[in-house]
Each structure stands twice: as structure tokens, then as C-alpha cells.
């Protein structure tokens, strides 16, 4: 490997000793590309930063002034198929994310973790995959020195066992899969004829035509998490209208109210629903005489 080389990088946003890492192989190599793949960091690359965000200034790449976001070596994928084929083209992936790194080795990229927990730490041992305990690691290591030190001895050999044992444990619990011999379906064929969304590039990168895409994503996203509050609200609107609520249900019952009027809050804010405005003065009128 050399600077030339194409890595991929994965973090998990909480483990600050990632910092340094990954600003050293920032520096170091130019084809580094951050495949985030948390919530938040969609979220940033879709529609931008909030505001108290905007001047943030940390080591982890979590805000758009980062140098990794600056100069668009993001991308974000929200389908395994076209995460794989990028991987494909890549020399190495390295960082604490298990499914990054198992996703490197499916498309046949070498991959080190950096286990960081015990979840991730028992799978890497289990699947016999070259890993690292992160506070073990210096925050100078260099992706050469771990593509290195990576050995796939004993993940290539023990890889039929394991696969033998997953595939028996579908056979006894009764799960049809498309490894039985009677199965006709052709997966891998008919992948091929689907048309997958390409990765995610940050927003200030896209096209005018994504970021019209984007607003209307935010819109729906928004829609769907109203539609899921009011039917929430919807049947403690049917318990208090009814008079079903005794004493001693009384608490607990306005508790969760009171947790749901703090997740609708924001919500109330971007749309307009007179609806479940309504309820909640009806609510405070009722309980809180």
C-alpha cells in the first residue's frame, strides 16, 4: 500500500480515540473515502447541519466544516448492493464499524477491525476476522501497517464450518432459504435486475436535481413520524374522552402523555396540525385543573 491507495474508513461517532486516527490517515492518503453509518451523519449529508452544529470543531468527522466534508470523501449508502461494488474498487477498510468491515470482506477488500466493545469484539472472534482491541491501538497507526497485519488464515478456513452450522440451524427451525436443494430461485440473478440507489454524497457535492430529491424526503420522513404520533395520541385521546382512566392509573397515564407532547413538540413546529394542537389543550385542560 501506498498514498495512492484507496481506503475506506469506518467510525462510530462515539469513540473519540477515533480523532486522531482518522485525521492522520486524512493526511496521509488521498483516495480516503469515510463511510458513516449512523442516523445522524444521513441526516448531515442529506439535508446539511443544524444550526447550533454549523461551528462545531472536533477530530470525528460529525459536522460539515470537517476537512472529510469539506472535500466531499463521504459517502453514505443505504442499500448493501452498490456498498459492496464500491468496496470493491477499494484497497483496504479499516475502523470500529463490524458491518463495514464485513462488507469490505463481501466484496473482497481486506478489512481490520477495531473492536471497541464486547458485541463487537465476540463477533470478530467468532468469525475469526483480523481485529484489534481499540484501546490497544496508537493514534498513529497506519492503514499499511494493519493491512499488514492482517491474516485471513483462519477466517478462510473456518468459513465453511461456520457457514455449514448457519445453515443447518435454517434447516431445523424450518426456514426455507435459497441454499436448499429444491430451491429454483435464482437470488444473485435476480439482484442484477434491480436498479439500487447510488451512495449518498454531502449535500453541498449534489446535484440540483438530488437536493430536489432531498426536500422531498425530508417531507416524508416528517409525514411518517406525525402519522405515528397521532395514532399514539389517538388512543390516549380515546382513554381520557371515555373516562376510562381510575386514580391510580391517572400518573402514569399523564407521564406518557407528557413524554409524547415532548417528542410532538418539534413536530408541531414545521407542520400544521390543529388536530393535535386540540388534544393537547384538551389534555391540559383535563389533568391539570
Known amino acids: 500500500m501506498d ?15 477515533m480523532g486522531k486516527i482518522v485525521m492522520n490517515h486524512y493526511s496521509k492518503y488521498k483516495n480516503l473515502i469515510y463511510i458513516p453509518q449512523d442516523q445522524n451523519s444521513l441526516e448531515r449529508m442529506i439535508w446539511g447541519e443544524k444550526a447550533a452544529d454549523t461551528y462545531k470543531n472536533t477530530l470525528i468527522p460529525i459536522h460539515i466544516n470537517h476537512p472529510i466534508f469539506l472535500e466531499n470523501k463521504v459517502r453514505y449508502f443505504v442499500d448493501p448492493t452498490t456498498w459492496i461494488d464500491y468496496l470493491k474498487d477499494m484497497d483496504f477498510s479499516f475502523g470500529t464499524r463490524i458491518h463495514g468491515n464485513i462488507t469490505s470482506l463481501l466484496a473482497g477488500t481486506p478489512a481490520m477491525v477495531f473492536a471497541h466493545d464486547s458485541r463487537t469484539l465476540e463477533l470478530a472472534r467468532y468469525f475469526e476476522i483480523p481485529h484489534k482491541l481499540q484501546r490497544e491501538i496508537r493514534p498513529d497507526v497506519d492503514a499499511a501497517e494493519l493491512y499488514e497485519e492482517a491474516d485471513f488464515t483462519k477466517f478462510n478456513n473456518g468459513h465453511a464450518k461456520r457457514f455449514d452450522a448457519y445453515i ?18 435464482d437470488f444473485d440473478k435476480e439482484i442484477k435486475n434491480i436498479s439500487f440507489p447510488k451512495a449518498l454524497e454531502v449535500a453541498n457535492s449534489a446535484s440540483v436535481y438530488d437536493l430536489i430529491n432531498r426536500t422531498g424526503w425530508l417531507k ?8 405515528k404520533m397521532k395514532k399514539k395520541i389517538a388512543g390516549l385521546e380515546k382513554i ?8 391510580e392509573d391517572k400518573n402514569v397515564c399523564l407521564k406518557r402523555v407528557e413524554e ?3 417528542e410532538i413538540e418539534p413536530l408541531l413546529k414545521k407542520v400544521n396540525e390543529p388536530r393535535m394542537a386540540s388534544f393537547i ?3 391540559k385542560d383535563k389533568f391539570k385543573k
Not at 498514498?3 to 480515540?17: D, R
Not at 416524508?220 to 402519522?227: G, K, L, M, Y
Not at 381520557?240 to 386514580?247: A, C, E, L, T
Request: glycine share 4%; hydrophobic share 35%; charged share 25%.
Open 281 to 283: 389543550k384538551m389534555f
Open 220 to 227: 416524508a420522513r416528517n409525514d411518517n413520524e406525525i402519522n
Open 260 to 262: 409524547l407532547l415532548t
Open 3 to 17: 498514498k495512492e491507495s484507496n481506503i475506506a474508513i469506518n467510525i462510530s461517532p462515539y469513540v473519540k480515540s
Open 168 to 185: 443447518s440451524f435454517l434447516d431445523k427451525n424450518g426456514i426455507d432459504h435459497i441454499y436448499q436443494k429444491q430451491q429454483k430461485f
Open 240 to 247: 381520557i374522552k371515555n373516562g376510562d382512566v381510575n386514580y
